[in-house]
């Protein structure tokens, strides 16, 4: 089973700043996804992000809010933009690997 | 559209005393459906995938099963680090955009007291 680290694992940000979210695979994968779970809500998908080429956001979701980039087929960024307050919410990775799904530890982001 | 509902959401159990969780789907096309585990402040374990209706599986305390419609996640005498958030989700068949979408409900809190 693919193992993933998250970083940071927390993190509290001043409103109007950006969080950027790194997800590191110990495998190489095609596809890698990122789920926010708002506070006692389940996950939501917002993007999926495969290597070289533009990730595709989900209906809610935009670039220009959630950039992400996919340099390589081990790691991943999000970057949350220009926050605020409504975007405090725990952001996940997830990868693919032998049809099963899973998850890092997630990023708890709070926006004051 | 694609959607998935757990019940009860929230579901609290004498150490000892079996139940079941339930998660009701409806997919155009069922590619999997998933079981995970969520402990406070870690993300999704994952648990089972289960593929067709009338299959189960099988890890310890717990048992995973399908039909066309839902699936049970049965506890059977539950012990208080079985307490978690359990979340199901599906996967549809290949859409458009070429990728497996999971689609998750809002889980089910159990609380397993001594």
């Known amino acids: 089973s693919a193992v993933i680290s998250q970083k940071p694992s927390r993190d509290i940000c001043q409103r109007g700043t950006s969080l950027t979210i790194q997800c590191q695979v110990d495998s190489q994968v095609t596809m890698m996804f990122w789920y926010r779970q708002q506070p006692g809500q389940s996950l939501t998908l917002i993007a999926t992000a495969n290597q070289g080429s533009e990730a595709t956001y989900e209906s809610g979701f935009v670039i220009d809010k959630f950039p992400i980039s996919r340099p390589n087929l081990t790691f991943s960024t999000l970057t949350v933009s220009n926050m605020s307050p409504e975007d405090s919410s725990i952001y996940l990775c997830?990868?693919?690997?032998?049809?099963?799904?899973?998850f890092g530890q997630g990023t708890r982001l709070t926006v004051v | 559209e694609d959607q998935v509902t757990q019940s009860p959401e929230a579901l609290r159990l004498q150490e000892g005393e079996s139940s079941s969780l339930n998660c009701s789907y409806t997919?155009?096309?069922?590619?999997?459906l998933f079981w995970y585990r969520q402990d406070p402040g870690k993300g999704p374990e994952f648990l089972f995938t289960l593929y067709s209706a009338g299959e189960e599986k099988e890890k310890e305390r717990l048992k995973a099963t399908l039909t066309k419609k839902e699936s049970f996640l049965h506890i059977t005498a539950p012990k208080p680090e079985d307490s978690a958030t359990y979340l199901c989700?599906?996967?549809?068949?290949?859409?458009?955009?070429?990728?497996?979408?999971?689609?998750f409900g809002a889980g089910t809190r159990l609380a397993v007291h001594p």
């Open positions: 997919v155009s096309g069922l590619r999997g």
């Open positions: 989700a599906v996967q549809a068949h290949l859409f458009s955009g070429g990728y497996n979408k999971l689609i």
């Open positions: 997830s990868v693919e690997d032998s049809a099963e799904a899973f």
